[in-house]
């Protein structure tokens, strides 16, 4: 189980700081829509699964479920949250401001 009173980048005391922030970073694998060709059909599907299994019988666990999907969680001091949210890619962002739907 995570510390959660420390910061994970620097290690500054957090219980004692005025606001202590939580980051939550998800990872998973993305895939665009299926869309099946007549050559799909020819294709060796028992063959490519009998291949993958066997990729997966001599891959590291921890790996193969990373590459799939993971879950990260840190606790900031606010000095580590603007340091790490200044080095994040611009990316797609939620507005937080609306109110809830409801
Ligand atoms: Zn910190």
């Known amino acids: 189980m995570a510390d959660t009173?420390?910061?994970?980048?620097?290690g500054a005391d957090l219980?004692?700081?005025?606001?202590?922030y939580r980051a939550e970073v998800r990872i998973w694998a993305a895939y665009d829509v299926m869309e099946l060709s007549p050559a799909d059909?020819?294709?060796?599907?028992?063959?490519?699964?009998?291949?993958c299994l066997k990729r997966?019988?001599?891959?590291?666990?921890?790996?193969?479920?990373?590459?799939?999907?993971?879950?990260?969680?840190?606790?900031?001091?606010?000095a580590c949250r603007r340091k790490w949210r200044a080095e994040l890619p611009e990316g797609e962002k939620e507005d937080l401001t609306k109110p809830c739907a409801g």
Do not use: H, K, N, Q
Not at 15 to 20: D, F, N
Not at 41 to 51: K, Q, V
């Open 5 to 10: 009173a420390t910061c994970d980048l620097c």
């Open 15 to 20: 219980l004692g700081a005025p606001v202590r």
């Open 41 to 51: 059909l020819r294709r060796d599907l028992a063959g490519e699964i009998a291949d």
């Open 56 to 78: 997966l019988r001599s891959a590291d666990p921890a790996e193969s479920t990373a590459a799939i999907a993971e879950i990260r969680r840190f606790d900031l001091c606010d």
